[in-house]
Antibody, heavy 120, light 110 residues
Framework: EVQLVESGGDLVQPGGSLTLSCAAS????????MTWVRQAPGKGLEWVAN????????YYVDSVKGRFTISRDNAKNSLFLQMSSLRAEDTAVYYC?????????????WGQGALVTVSS | QSALTQPRSVSGSPGQSVTISCTGT?????????VSWYQQHPGKAPKLMFS???KRPSGVPDRFSGSKSGNTASLTISGLQAEDEADYYC??????????FGGGTKLTVL
C-alpha cells in the first residue's frame, strides 16, 4: 500500500525557516517524480515544487523561488521541503504527492498534509 | 502561472447531472492533454479522479467523466449521489515541468 506521511509542520515567525519531511513507503520511491502542493486555510490547491527521480531537476512556483528548496533522499525514501524567509502568505497545509515516472502530469497519491503557520 | 478558472459552486439534486468547467489558456489546458481532476472532502487530502483529461483511475465510478475542448476542460458527474458533495479541483500541466490548479468548485447535492 502506497503511503506518504508528512511531518515537520509548526508555528514559525515571519522571516523564519522550517523543513518539512515526507516519508514514502509501498512503492519504489526512486522511480517517481515527487511534488509538494499547498492549501492555505479555506483556499484552493497550489502547486509548489517538483523534483525528478534522481534530484537533478527541480521546479518551483514563482512565489517561492529563492526561498524554498525541494530535495530527496532515495536511500531513505524521503522527500523534503526547506522553507526560509517565510511569510504570512506561506501559511498552509503542505501535501506531499507522487507524480509519475515520466513526469508530473498528475498526482495519484497524497499524504495527509502538514500544517505550517507563519505568524508572530 | 495564473490559476485556472472554475465556477465557485455548482449544485444538483440526487440523480441529476452536473458539469464543472475549468478554463485556462493555450499555454496550459489548451496546449497539453495533461488535465487532471481531484476531489476533496472537508479535512481530507485530495483524491485523483481523472488524469490525462479523461483517464479514470480504478475505483472511481463511471458516473464521473472528463473531457476537454480547446482551452476548457470539464468534469461531468451523472446520477449525483450524496457522497459526491465535495470540492473539486482541476489541474493542468503548464510547460517546463510546472503545473497550475483551478480555484476549486464546491459541489452541493441538494
Amino acid at each position: 500500500e502506497v503511503q506518504l506521511v508528512e511531518s515537520g509542520g509548526d508555528l514559525v515567525q515571519p522571516g523564519g525557516s522550517l523543513t518539512l519531511s515526507c516519508a514514502a513507503s509501498g512503492f519504489t520511491f526512486s522511480n517517481y517524480w515527487m511534488t509538494w502542493v499547498r492549501q492555505a486555510p479555506g483556499k484552493g490547491l497550489e502547486w509548489v515544487a517538483n523534483i525528478k527521480q534522481d534530484g537533478s531537476e527541480k521546479y518551483y512556483v514563482d512565489s517561492v523561488k529563492g526561498r524554498f528548496t525541494i530535495s530527496r533522499d532515495n536511500a531513505k525514501n524521503s522527500l523534503f521541503l526547506q522553507m526560509s524567509s517565510l511569510r504570512a502568505e506561506d501559511t498552509a497545509v503542505y501535501y506531499c504527492s507522487r507524480g509519475v515516472p515520466t513526469g508530473v502530469d498528475y498526482f495519484d497519491y497524497w499524504g495527509q498534509g502538514a500544517l505550517v503557520t507563519v505568524s508572530s | 502561472q495564473s490559476a485556472l478558472t472554475q465556477p465557485r459552486s455548482v449544485s444538483g439534486s440526487p440523480g441529476q447531472s452536473v458539469t464543472i468547467s475549468c478554463t485556462g489558456t493555450s499555454s496550459d489546458v489548451g496546449g497539453y492533454n495533461y488535465v487532471s481532476w481531484y476531489q476533496q472532502h472537508p479535512g481530507k487530502a485530495p483524491k485523483l479522479m481523472f488524469s490525462d483529461v479523461a483517464k479514470r483511475p480504478s475505483g472511481v465510478p463511471d458516473r464521473f467523466s472528463g473531457s476537454k475542448s480547446g482551452n476548457t476542460a470539464s468534469l461531468t458527474i451523472s446520477g449525483l449521489q450524496a457522497e459526491d458533495e465535495a470540492d473539486y479541483y482541476c489541474c493542468s500541466y503548464a510547460g517546463s515541468y510546472t503545473l497550475v490548479f483551478g480555484g476549486g468548485t464546491k459541489l452541493t447535492v441538494l
